[in-house]
């Protein structure tokens, strides 16, 4: 796989939702092949803090060489990146990690967000035909909600559940999910999630007991984003040698099943 260290340049940059950015990058290659699940590292040029680069999803490719992330102001680097013009050129290291599989034939896929990891799931969403795909996206509030008709998704297409009820389901969306899943009778299902940690340990939980095939796309603290730190490792389940994965270089998709959701 061809990983490329280009320029960036912004072709876009704007808010979506409540402290939620969406940037255009048109990259100086003439073809950036990534697939759905792969991240991207960005570092901003001109400044030595932060010095390290920030890993994002890919949030669509829209053109050859034009792709969309999705980001959430949480610190430094991304504080700086919202304030970002066009024209002004970050320099990216891309594509990176494995991706996610499937579904296979005959499934359908169920794809669980929980706020920021919506990005990745926008991504493979566009890549499959909606009537074999069920989108179900968790926020805290209606303010966080992005639009799905942003991202070329049809509006209407998503199921929302938000904490404070002011959008959708009023609860957690796991138990969206899994309220989904008693309504239908079918378990030819494929199940891809991305959000916080102790959503995804949920989700798995659920997906064990319901038997269900479940990917997820975990998120660390990343460094160097190829391998060569070990900041980013995670436990692996008993039944995996080895002991520990890196998200950056084994994922950021793992299978549920693969992962030490206690350690
Ligand atoms: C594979 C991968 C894909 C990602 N995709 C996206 C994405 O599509 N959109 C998006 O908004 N973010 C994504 N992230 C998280 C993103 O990398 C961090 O939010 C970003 O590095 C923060 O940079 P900062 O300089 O603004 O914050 P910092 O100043 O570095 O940190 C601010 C706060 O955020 C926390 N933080 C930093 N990095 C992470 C992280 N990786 N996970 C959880 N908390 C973190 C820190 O502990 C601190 O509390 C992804 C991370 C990974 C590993
Ligand atoms: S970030 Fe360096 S090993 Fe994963």
Known sequence: MRVDLVKAHIAANGSVAKDTYLMELRLETEEFLAAPGQFVMLRILDTTDPLLRRAFSICSLIKPNVIQIMYRVVGKGTRLMKDMKEEETLELLGPLGNGFQGPERGKKAVLVSGGIGVAPLFFLASRLKPHDLKFIAGYGSKEDVVPPGLLGLEEGSVLFATEDGSCGYHGLVTELFEAELNKTL??????????????????????????????????????????????????????????????????????????????
Do not use: N, T
């Open 186 to 263: 079918s378990r030819q299902l494929q199940v891809y999630c991305c959000g916080p940690w102790e959503m995804l340990k949920k989700l798995a939980h659920i997906c064990y007991e319901y038997d269900l095939d479940c990917q997820v796309s975990l998120e660390s603290a990343m460094a160097c984003g190829v391998g060569a730190c070990q900041g980013c490792a995670v436990k692996a389940s008993a039944s995996y040698p080895p002991d520990y994965f890196h998200v950056c270089s084994h994922g950021p998709v793992f299978s549920s099943s693969d992962i030490d959701w206690e350690g």
